[in-house]
């Protein structure tokens, strides 16, 4: 069975501009979480997905959306890029995402903001 | 989610037993406590979660107090491979919303 996938998996980009990340999990998995990376703020939890809908979210300005499809693939944008937005961000699936689940991570996308 | 405190680093060497702690004094009855850990220059990945009782599994063993407000997290024999930051995570039964702490960055010596 295929792990979690994330592309691309290194992004530059400069302040004001938007991005936006993808990742796919594995067959099956119908919960999405990403979470931002920083060596001051650690893991921090952005948002989850299940069923196309956004379940939970993290303390993460507006600037910080996301959306998942039918196929349980989801995408993250972050638009007005900061220099503070660069990090490692890291898409996690699960089944349904309960407290028995386990939560599989792909490798990350590490972007950085000029 | 509630809180979890573990020690930044610990140090163990190879082939010997480690035990990671974590406390969580103000945890709920339907939090599970879940442990990831972090290779370098790795997404985090899954190594053991319990509600009540011990648990066992092939990478390790988790022992829960009996009150709930503290687990250890213990590798039989540390190899090399083991190096990581481990996270004592609590989460409920509401959604998957793993709220990590710094974890103990775990050394371990040839």
């Known amino acids: 069975k295929a792990g979690v996938t994330q592309t691309p998996r290194y992004l530059i980009k400069t302040r004001g501009q938007q991005v936006t990340l993808s990742c796919s999990p594995i067959?099956?998995?119908?919960?999405v979480s990403w979470y931002q990376q920083t060596p001051g703020q650690g893991l921090q939890f952005l948002f989850e997905?299940?069923?196309?809908?956004?379940?939970n979210k993290g303390n993460f300005p507006g600037r910080f959306s996301g959306r998942q499809f039918s196929n349980s693939r989801s995408e993250m944008n972050v638009s007005t890029l900061e220099l503070g937005d660069s990090a490692l961000y890291l898409c996690?699936?699960?089944?349904?995402?309960?407290?028995?689940?386990?939560?599989?991570f792909g490798p990350g996308t590490r972007l950085t903001v000029l | 989610d509630a809180k979890t405190t573990q020690p930044n680093s610990m140090e163990s060497n190879e082939e010997e037993p480690v035990h990671l702690p974590c406390n969580h004094s103000?945890?709920?009855?339907?939090?599970?406590i879940h442990w990831y850990r972090q290779l370098p220059s790795q997404g985090p990945e899954y190594v053991i979660h319990?509600?009540?009782s011990n648990v066992n599994n092939r990478m390790a063993s988790l022992a829960i107090a009996e009150d709930r407000k503290s687990s250890t997290l213990i590798l039989h024999r540390a190899t090399l491979r083991d190096a990581a930051v481990y996270y004592c995570?609590?989460?409920?039964?509401?959604?998957?919303?793993?709220?990590f702490g710094g974890g103990t960055r775990l050394m371990v010596k040839p």
């Open positions: 996690a699936s699960s089944l349904v995402g309960t407290g028995t689940d386990t939560q599989y």
């Open positions: 067959s099956g998995h119908r919960s």
């Open positions: 997905y299940f069923s196309e809908t956004q379940r």
């Open positions: 103000t945890i709920s009855g339907t939090d599970y």
């Open positions: 319990g509600l009540t």
């Open positions: 995570i609590l989460i409920g039964n509401a959604g998957n919303m793993l709220t």
